[in-house]
């Protein structure tokens, strides 16, 4: 008797599905009702979210009861579906503003003399509003109601309900402000938590979660003729600073975040990372590492650093306008990864293409089998010693200089002398799933390969859990109008890739790379094959989508943000005395505003069949029901030198309905 799907026992179907990703778990239950039926058992899913996305807003729901494991991988699987395949489920004009930021799920905005906070990922139909001139009245008794003229007031950072602001009154005074912007404030100092006049603002920065808040400027001037970072850090429960002093991070190199080196706040550490090892460029050299500094959020002079390997600089000059590094979350450890994208001339040719670097921060874990193997390279480990809390000397950072044990055997060697500073070390194995260059081989010389020029992209970012690149681009040639007049339309292109068959056309394994051991390298076989270009929304969308997702004729600022489930940009704007339109495309089915209409949409690609039909309860257009109003909060933390306000001043914190709800331009596209 043949042996068929239906006929294997459900004991070998629950032990390969409990550890597959939700794109081959939904997958492998979309091949007939049999398998449809036994994957939705709970003990099976509940194993492969475990493993794969237990730190995702989905798996920590299901953790806690409020939706299924299955329900979770479907959900998962559905955004990480609609990013790769550039199908959007809403796009809508959620605010004006004068600038945002967008973090956590929560926009937060600066509109006319305004702080507003929304929850775009949880629909919220009410805004949290912080008045600036009753926050202002803090900070200095010279500034009247009318402030605008006199006062620069920039968004720095928003987390964990708490948004950080720098105040600059007449160009002469500094002032960083921490304010808590959740519904409801349960400190008893009130919702202004930080209130610090500033010696320095270069380069400022701002790094905090729920607890501690460290701030840092590019403003010491070390000995060696160049400036370097100093930190500074808040307490944010008990209201004081967290060190007598700062933390200087000597000969850390790199002032451009986001290009050179990024920050971030992750299990009670704070990190820093840079691209650069010296601050004059060596003449020779053969390695690139990257720096890797942390120190614990509660003991900020604990300082630890750790040198990383980046690359080989024979493989090629890179194009640094197109450079940009971020510190993300793996969704599936909680592990910090360095993302990096570099242009780089490919094979040393004329063409020069990009790639996104993936690579786990794991040279701080103890454990030598995980850290071996966190990047399938060996790290370099070395520490910075600790330094005791004294306002003598300043704390401990990365040497200028480290030795290297052994030159390669390369004739440019014999150009060195005392003065030069070389680095190198033995160029190490990359495995596929921690690149991921723009196009494969064949790609490269395709007609139909579509680029655009720097000026033209917008924004430019890589979403990790659906492997795909995200460009938000202006595609002016794109409208059925003459070129020379064409107005600008904003575009988003995307390009990403799946896992290839494990089997190759000559019916075997692919084989796992080997270390200098010969020791397999985990996950080295894995194989990845590209899913193309892809421009959304199509050339034939509805003029009212055009329109909404590019307001003005021509965009030539645009500010964007994304996370791993949607996209918020900012235009100019479309009237000369108007606010910068803030616009969000949503990939997450869940998030559906109150005021969506249906705004039917051919996808860019063709529907694939499905042979099962599934209920998809979770991604129907849902209208709820209007919600009242929470009554203004009065604010209860003014300090004793402050009058109540009069009947005429503006309370400090209020609760309205949304923006979005008056605007009332929201598209749901499917």
Same mark, same amino acid.
């Given at each position: 008797?043949?042996?068929?799907?239906n006929?294997?026992?459900?004991?070998?179907?629950?032990?390969?599905? +409990?550890?597959?990703?939700?794109?081959?778990?939904?997958?492998?239950?979309?091949v007939?009702?049999?398998?449809?039926?036994?994957?939705?058992?709970? #003990?099976?899913?509940?194993?492969?979210?475990?493993?794969?996305?237990?730190?995702?807003?989905?798996?920590?729901l299901a953790?806690?009861?409020?939706?299924?494991?299955?329900?979770?991988?479907?959900?998962?699987?559905?955004?990480?579906?609609?990013?790769?395949?550039?199908?959007?489920?809403?796009?809508?004009?959620?605010?004006?503003?004068?600038?945002?930021?967008?973090?956590?799920?929560?926009?937060?905005?600066?509109?006319?003399?305004?702080?507003?906070?929304?929850?775009?990922?949880?629909?919220?139909?009410?805004?949290?509003?912080?008045?600036?001139?009753?926050?202002?009245?803090?900070?200095?008794?010279?500034?009247?109601?009318?402030?605008?003229?006199?006062?620069?007031?920039?968004?720095?950072?928003?987390?964990?309900?708490?948004?950080?602001?720098?105040?600059?009154?007449?160009?002469?005074?500094?002032?960083?402000?921490?304010?808590?912007?959740?519904?409801?404030?349960?400190?008893?100092?009130?919702?202004?938590?930080?209130?610090?006049?500033?010696?320095?603002?270069?380069?400022?920065?701002?790094?905090?979660?729920?607890?501690?808040?460290?701030?840092?400027?590019?403003?010491?001037?070390?000995g060696?003729?160049?400036?370097?970072?100093?930190?500074?850090?808040?307490?944010?429960?008990?209201?004081?600073?967290?060190t007598?002093?700062?933390?200087?991070?000597?000969?850390?190199?790199g002032?451009?975040?986001?290009?050179s080196?990024?920050?971030?706040?992750?299990?009670?550490?704070?990190?820093?990372?840079?691209?650069?090892?010296?601050?004059?460029?060596?003449?020779?050299?053969?390695?690139?590492?990257?720096?890797?500094?942390?120190?614990?959020?509660?003991?900020?002079h604990?300082?630890?650093?750790?040198?990383?390997?980046?690359?080989?600089?024979?493989?090629?000059?890179?194009?640094?306008?197109?450079?940009?590094?971020?510190?993300?979350?793996?969704?599936?450890?909680?592990?910090?990864?360095?993302?990096?994208?570099?242009?780089?001339?490919?094979?040393?040719?004329?063409?020069?293409?990009?790639?996104?670097?993936?690579?786990?921060?794991?040279?701080?874990?103890?454990?030598?089998?995980?850290?071996?193997?966190?990047?399938?390279?060996?790290?370099?480990?070395?520490?910075?010693?600790?330094?005791?809390?004294?306002?003598?000397?300043p704390?401990?950072?990365?040497?200028?200089? #480290?030795?290297? *044990?052994?030159?390669?055997?390369d004739?440019?060697?014999?150009?060195?002398?005392?003065?030069?500073? *070389?680095?190198?070390?033995?160029?190490?194995?990359?495995?596929?799933?921690?690149?991921?260059?723009?196009?494969?081989?064949?790609?490269?010389?395709?007609?139909?390969r579509?680029?655009?020029?720097?000026?033209?992209?917008?924004?430019?970012?890589?979403?990790?859990?659906?492997?795909?690149?995200?460009?938000?681009?202006?595609?002016?040639?794109?409208?059925?109008?003459?070129?020379?007049?064409? *107005?600008?339309?904003?575009?988003?292109?995307?390009?990403?890739?799946?896992?290839?068959?494990?089997?190759s056309?000559?019916?075997?394994?692919? *084989?796992p790379?080997?270390?200098?051991?010969?020791?397999?390298?985990?996950?080295?076989?894995?194989?990845?094959?590209?899913?193309?270009?892809?421009?959304?929304?199509?050339?034939?969308?509805?003029?009212?989508?055009?329109? #909404?997702?590019?307001?003005?004729?021509?965009?030539?600022?645009?500010?964007?943000? +994304?996370?791993?489930?949607?996209?918020?940009?900012?235009t100019?704007?479309?009237?000369?005395?108007?606010?910068?339109?803030?616009?969000?495309?949503?990939?997450?089915?869940?998030?559906?505003?109150?005021?969506?209409?249906?705004?039917?949409?051919k996808?860019?690609?063709?529907?694939?069949?499905?042979?099962?039909?599934?209920?998809?309860?979770?991604?129907? #257009?849902?209208?709820?029901?209007?919600?009242?109003?929470?009554?203004?909060?009065?604010?209860?933390?003014?300090?004793?030198? +402050?009058?109540?306000?009069?009947?005429?001043?503006?309370?400090?914190?209020?609760?309205?309905?949304?923006?979005?709800?008056?605007?009332?331009?929201?598209?749901?596209?499917?």
């Amino acid at each position: 008797m043949p042996t068929t799907l239906n006929s294997i026992p459900f004991d070998i179907w629950h032990q390969i599905a +409990s550890r597959l990703e939700p794109q081959d778990y939904i997958n492998l239950s979309f091949v007939n009702r049999n398998l449809y039926s036994l994957l939705k058992s709970e #003990l099976t899913a509940r194993n492969a979210a475990q493993l794969h996305i237990a730190h995702t807003p989905e798996g920590r729901l299901a953790s806690e009861g409020q939706i299924t494991y299955i329900k979770a991988l479907r959900r998962v699987y559905d955004v990480r579906e609609a990013v790769a395949n550039a199908q959007p489920y809403s796009a809508c004009l959620v605010a004006y503003s004068e600038t945002f930021l967008f973090n956590q799920g929560v926009l937060c905005y600066l509109d006319k003399n305004e702080i507003r906070t929304l929850d775009v990922h949880g629909a919220s139909r009410e805004e949290q509003v912080v008045n600036i001139g009753a926050v202002l009245r803090r900070a200095s008794s010279n500034v009247s109601t009318d402030f605008s003229q006199e006062v620069q007031f920039s968004l720095l950072y928003y987390s964990h309900g708490i948004v950080a602001c720098l105040c600059e009154i007449e160009e002469r005074i500094s002032w960083l402000i921490a304010i808590d912007v959740k519904p409801t404030c349960t400190r008893k100092q009130g919702r202004i938590l930080l209130l610090k006049r500033l010696e320095s603002t270069r380069r400022i920065f701002v790094r905090h979660n729920g607890s501690v808040l460290f701030y840092g400027t590019h403003s010491y001037f070390a000995g060696h003729g160049h400036h370097e970072w100093v930190i500074h850090g808040w307490d944010l429960v008990n209201m004081r600073p967290l060190t007598g002093r700062p933390v200087q991070l000597e000969n850390f190199v790199g002032s451009e975040i986001g290009t050179s080196i990024c920050f971030e706040i992750h299990d009670d550490h704070f990190y820093a990372i840079s691209t650069e090892t010296g601050f004059e460029d060596e003449e020779i050299d053969w390695t690139s590492y990257y720096i890797c500094i942390r120190f614990p959020t509660t003991k900020p002079h604990k300082v630890e650093w750790r040198r990383l390997w980046r690359r080989q600089h024979r493989e090629g000059p890179i194009n640094d306008t197109w450079t940009n590094i971020s510190l993300r979350t793996d969704v599936a450890t909680d592990q910090l990864m360095i993302i990096e994208c570099r242009r780089e001339w490919y094979r040393g040719g004329s063409t020069n293409l990009r790639t996104y670097y993936m690579q786990p921060l794991s040279c701080f874990i103890t454990d030598s089998s995980e850290s071996k193997y966190g990047t399938g390279q060996e790290n370099d480990l070395r520490a910075g010693s600790d330094s005791h809390e004294t306002y003598g000397s300043p704390s401990p950072g990365f040497p200028g200089y #480290l030795p290297v *044990p052994f030159l390669p055997d390369d004739p440019l060697t014999s150009t060195l002398d005392d003065r030069s500073k *070389p680095n190198y070390e033995p160029p190490k194995k990359r495995i596929r799933l921690h690149y991921h260059p723009e196009y494969e081989d064949r790609e490269i010389s395709s007609p139909a390969r579509r680029d655009f020029i720097l000026s033209k992209t917008k924004y430019r970012t890589y979403n990790h859990s659906a492997s795909a690149f995200i460009d938000l681009v202006n595609d002016g040639t794109s409208t059925n109008a003459p070129t020379l007049a064409a *107005p600008d339309q904003l575009r988003l292109r995307i390009v990403s890739r799946k896992r290839k068959c494990p089997v190759s056309e000559n019916g075997y394994l692919y *084989p796992p790379e080997l270390d200098d051991d010969n020791t397999p390298i985990p996950l080295s076989d894995e194989r990845f094959e590209s899913r193309g270009t892809k421009l959304w929304p199509p050339l034939n969308a509805p003029p009212e989508l055009l329109s #909404l997702l590019c307001p003005p004729k021509r965009c030539r600022d645009v500010a964007a943000a +994304s996370d791993e489930r949607s996209v918020v940009y900012s235009t100019d704007p479309s009237t000369p005395d108007g606010g910068r339109p803030v616009i969000l495309i949503s990939f997450d089915p869940t998030i559906q505003l109150s005021n969506l209409r249906r705004l039917p949409m051919k996808p860019v690609a063709e529907e694939s069949s499905r042979p099962v039909v599934i209920d998809r309860e979770d991604i129907r #257009l849902n209208r709820g029901q209007p919600k009242t109003s929470r009554p203004i909060e009065p604010d209860t933390g003014l300090s004793p030198s +402050s009058s109540p306000p009069s009947p005429t001043q503006v309370p400090l914190f209020r609760i309205e309905p949304a923006m979005y709800l008056h605007i009332n331009r929201s598209y749901w596209l499917r």
